[in-house]
């Protein structure tokens, strides 16, 4: 259990380095743009009012992914180095 916690520590502090952050809000920001243009498009052509909640989790989302993804890649690069 020891082990496994130091892994997610090492996730959390990895995900947290400035590159990764800033890529993943690079990736939510297209992401999350093009989720919204989809799925609130028709409201908003409509002219009703987004639903802000589902426009938030548009861009949360595809950060949160992008984020797990590169850490969990930069983790494996290191296990391959040492």
């Known amino acids: 259990m020891g082990a ?20 993943a809000i ?5 992401v999350g743009t093009v989720l919204n ?4 498009g028709g409201r908003i052509l409509d ?3 987004p639903s802000w909640f589902h426009v938030a989790l548009n861009y949360f989302v595809p950060y949160c992914v992008s984020t797990y993804s590169a ?10 180095h040492v």
């Open 37 to 40: 243009m989809v799925n609130q």
């Open 26 to 30: 690079k990736i939510s920001l297209i």
């Open 71 to 80: 850490a969990r890649n930069e983790m494996r690069r290191s296990w391959n």
């Open 47 to 49: 002219g009703l009012p």
């Open 4 to 23: 496994s916690m130091g892994h997610l520590e090492q996730l959390v502090r990895i995900a947290c380095t400035r590159p990764i952050v800033i890529a």
